[in-house]
C-alpha cells in the first residue's frame, strides 16, 4: 500500500492570477467549484462537459472552515479531497479556496466558462442571489456563466450518511507525509518522553465494576434483585492521567485529596506500586470519590456514586497553591472532573502562582456526571474537550465540528486545541496552523473497553506536543494511545509497548 500524496496540479490561489494570465494567451479556461466531498458519477459527468467546451479545467473546492453541509462535514479533509481530484486525468488545477465564496478566486482566475450543475439553474432564493454574483464578476471581463446538463443526478451526503468510507489510513498518511514522519520517527519521539517532568494536579477517582447476576425481581414492585459475582477497583480521574504519563515518563507527581477511607488506601497503594509520587490532602468530611458501576451480562445496570462535590477548603486549597507554586515541571496538567478541587475562581488562584512563559500548560474538563467548564482554563498551550464539553461552553448545539473547534479556540486564547470525538476519533487545531484541521480516526481492531481512552489521548499527545512542537506528531501519538486504550480491558495505562505494537501494526498497511 505504498502511495505518495502529492500533486503538481494543485496550486496556491496566490499564485492563481500569475498562471492563468499567461494560459489564456492561447487557452480556453473553464473553472468549476464545489466540496466534493467525495466524488461521484455525477461530479465526474459534471468534469467531462466541462472539458469538452474548454481546453483547461480548473477545479476549486471550498476549504473546512466554510462547509456547512453537516456537522461533521467534509468527512473528507480539504487537502486530501485536492488530492483526489488532482488524480483525476482530465482536471488540469485544483485550488482550495480559502474564503467563503469563490468570488475573490474567480476574479484572480479569470476563466472563460465559470459551470454550475443544472440544479444552480433554479429559482431557489439562496443559490439564485450566489449564482447571479458569480455571474456579474464572470461577465465583467467577458466570461460566461454556464451550467452543465443534469442527466445524472448523485449526492456525496446521501452516499456518506448510508455508506460512509473508511479512510482512517489515507487520512494518517497524508498528514504523515506532510511533515515527513515515519512510522519508526513515532516510536523514537515516544522513547524521548521519558525525561520530562509532570505534575497532574486534578481529582482523583476509583471506579469501581461490579459483575452481577441477576437473580429475581420485578414481580410485584419493579426492583430488580442482583447478587455481585465480583468487583475490581481501577484508579480513575487525575490518577489515571497520571498513570498513562507514568509509563512514559520517570517523572511524575500527582497533587489532590483523598477520604481517609479503604478506597483512599487502595489509591495510595496503586499510586506507589506505580513510582507515582503524591501530595495528598485529607479533610475529614471528604471521601475518596468512588464510582461504582454494576453490570449484568455486560449491561450496565446502574451508577452508585460515592462523592462529596463541596469545593475544598481554603486551608488545603492555600497548601496546594503553595506545593504547585514550588513546582519545577515542565508541564502541568489540569485534570478537572469538578468533584471539589477545581471552580472558576480556584482555577484562578493556581494560575496566578505560576509563570506562563516557563509552564507548559494542559486542562482537560470532564462534565460526565458534573458540569464543568473548559472555557475556564485560559491561555492554555494545550486543552483536549470532547465535542460535548466544548458544546456545553460554548452554548452551541448544532454548530458544525470545525467551526466549533475555532470558536472554542478563539474563546480560550489556547495555543492548540484537540478536540475527542469519540468513535470519530478527533480534530485539532492549533493557532500555528490557522484553519488548517488535523482529522483522524481511531484504529481500533477489536474494541474491548473505550472507557478511559480520553485520558490515554491527554496524556501523549500532550507530552509529545511539547516535546516535538508539532500537533500533527502528537494527535496522532494521542490517537494511536486512545485506539490502544479501546483494546484494554479496564480503566488501565496504555504502556509504551503497546503503542509501540500499535505502531507497528499499522506500518504494515503501508508496506
Known amino acids: 500500500m505504498k502511495f505518495q500524496f502529492k500533486s503538481k496540479k494543485i496550486i496556491n490561489e496566490n499564485s492563481a492570477e500569475k498562471i492563468f494570465s499567461k494560459i489564456k494567451k492561447n487557452k480556453k479556461v473553464i473553472q468549476c467549484h464545489g466540496v466534493f466531498d467525495l466524488v461521484h ?13 474548454a481546453n483547461i479545467l480548473v477545479v476549486s473546492i471550498t476549504s473546512d472552515s466554510f462547509i456547512k453541509k453537516g456537522i461533521y462535514r467534509p468527512l473528507v479533509p480539504e487537502n486530501l479531497r485536492a488530492i483526489n481530484l488532482a488524480a483525476i486525468e482530465i482536471v488540469d488545477y485544483v485550488i482550495i479556496n480559502r474564503k467563503k465564496t469563490p468570488n475573490s478566486l474567480i476574479k484572480k482566475v479569470k476563466p472563460d466558462f465559470f459551470a454550475k450543475g443544472l440544479e444552480y439553474s433554479s429559482q431557489d432564493s439562496s443559490n439564485k442571489i450566489l449564482t447571479n454574483k458569480e455571474k456579474k464578476i464572470v461577465e465583467t471581463y467577458g466570461g460566461k456563466l454556464i451550467f452543465t446538463p443534469g442527466d445524472f443526478v448523485n449526492s456525496s451526503s446521501k452516499i456518506i450518511n448510508y455508506y460512509p468510507p473508511d479512510l482512517k489510513f489515507e487520512k494518517l498518511k497524508l498528514l504523515m507525509d506532510t511533515e515527513s514522519i515515519k512510522f519508526n520517527d513515532l516510536i523514537k519521539h515516544i522513547r524521548e518522553l521519558k525525561k520530562i517532568k509532570i505534575t ?37 480521574g487525575a490518577a489515571i492521567v497520571a498513570a498513562h504519563l507514568k509509563s512514559f515518563s520517570d517523572n511524575v507527581e500527582i497533587i489532590s485529596t483523598l477520604g481517609n477511607d479503604k478506597k483512599g488506601s487502595f489509591v495510595k497503594r496503586e499510586l506507589d506500586r506505580l513510582g507515582i509520587k503524591k501530595k495528598i490532602f485529607y479533610e475529614n468530611t471528604r471521601p475518596t470519590t468512588n464510582k461504582n458501576s454494576f453490570f449484568a451480562q455486560k449491561h450496565k445496570l446502574i451508577k452508585i456514586d460515592t462523592v462529596n462535590n463541596n469545593y475544598i477548603g481554603e486551608e488545603i486549597l492555600n497548601l496546594m497553591i503553595a506545593h504547585i507554586k514550588k513546582s519545577k515541571s515542565d508541564i502541568i496538567f489540569f485534570s478537572d472532573f469538578r468533584h471539589g478541587i477545581f471552580n472558576n475562581q480556584t482555577i484562578k488562584k493556581f494560575l496566578n502562582v505560576l509563570n506562563y512563559s516557563k509552564s507548559f500548560l494542559v486542562a482537560d474538563s470532564q462534565v460526565a456526571s458534573r458540569w464543568g467548564n473548559i472555557l475556564d482554563f485560559k491561555n492554555f498551550n494545550l486543552i483536549t474537550p470532547t465535542e460535548n464539553e466544548a458544546r456545553l461552553a460554548l452554548f452551541e448545539q448544532d454548530l458544525g465540528i470545525r467551526p466549533l473547534a475555532t470558536k472554542l479556540m478563539k474563546k480560550s486564547n489556547s495555543k492548540n486545541l484537540i478536540m475527542k470525538l469519540g468513535e470519530r476519533g478527533l480534530i485539532a487545531l492549533s493557532k500555528k496552523r490557522k484553519s488548517d484541521y488535523i482529522s483522524l480516526d481511531p484504529f481500533v481492531k477489536n474494541l474491548v473497553d473505550a472507557n ?48 509501540e505494537n500499535k505502531i507497528k501494526e499499522i506500518s504494515t498497511f503501508f508496506k
Not at 458519477?41 to 467546451?53: A, D, E, M, V, W
Not at 452481577?212 to 430488580?224: D, E, N, S, W, Y
Open 452 to 499: 478511559g481512552a480520553g485520558d490515554a489521548l491527554l496524556a501523549y499527545s500532550a507530552a509529545s506536543l511539547y516535546k516535538t512542537n508539532s500537533l500533527i506528531v502528537s494527535s496522532i501519538i494521542g490517537i494511536l494511545a486512545a485506539s490502544c486504550k479501546c483494546e484494554m480491558e479496564g480503566n488501565v495505562p496504555v504502556t509504551i509497548e503497546a503503542l
Open 200 to 236: 497532574v494536579i486534578g481529582d482523583i477517582i476509583v471506579d469501581t465494576v461490579s459483575n452481577c447476576k441477576v437473580i429475581g425481581g420485578l414481580h410485584k414492585t419493579p426492583t430488580l434483585s442482583i447478587q455481585v459475582a465480583d468487583s475490581k477497583d481501577y484508579i480513575g
Open 41 to 53: 458519477p455525477g461530479h465526474l459527468r459534471h468534469f467531462l462537459y466541462c472539458k469538452s467546451i
